[in-house]
């Protein structure tokens, strides 16, 4: 929707790769205007454990249990 309004450039964080795919197909046509990074943002930077929830669902969340490793990055680093 900020795209189509004129955003000069969105940045998508998004640390499940099912919907990292999602995101590529879907904005696709906004490129160069639209970053997508596979990474969870939350409180430091390095890697964490993401567990998604279901084959049908889009939700996930970070769990020491989880069953895949992604990227994280701290919300300032994001911001600044």
Same mark, same amino acid.
């Given at each position: 929707? @900020?795209? %189509?309004?004129? $955003?000069? =450039?969105?940045?998508?964080?998004? &640390? @499940?790769? %099912?919907?990292? $795919?999602? =995101?590529?197909?879907?904005?696709? &046509?906004?490129?160069?205007?639209?970053?997508?990074?596979?990474?969870?943002?939350?409180?430091?930077?390095?890697?964490?454990?993401?567990?998604?929830?279901?084959?049908?669902?889009?939700?996930?969340?970070?769990?020491?249990?989880?069953?895949?490793?992604?990227?994280?990055?701290?919300?300032?680093?994001?911001?600044?």
């Amino acid at each position: 929707a @900020c795209l %189509e309004r004129g $955003a000069g =450039l969105v940045s998508c964080w998004e &640390p @499940c790769p %099912e919907n990292v $795919a999602y =995101l590529r197909r879907n904005l696709q &046509p906004y490129e160069p205007r639209a970053e997508i990074h596979h990474a969870a943002v939350g409180s430091w930077d390095g890697q964490v454990r993401f567990r998604p929830e279901s084959v049908r669902t889009a939700m996930g969340r970070v769990a020491e249990d989880g069953l895949l490793v992604v990227p994280a990055i701290r919300l300032n680093t994001v911001l600044c």
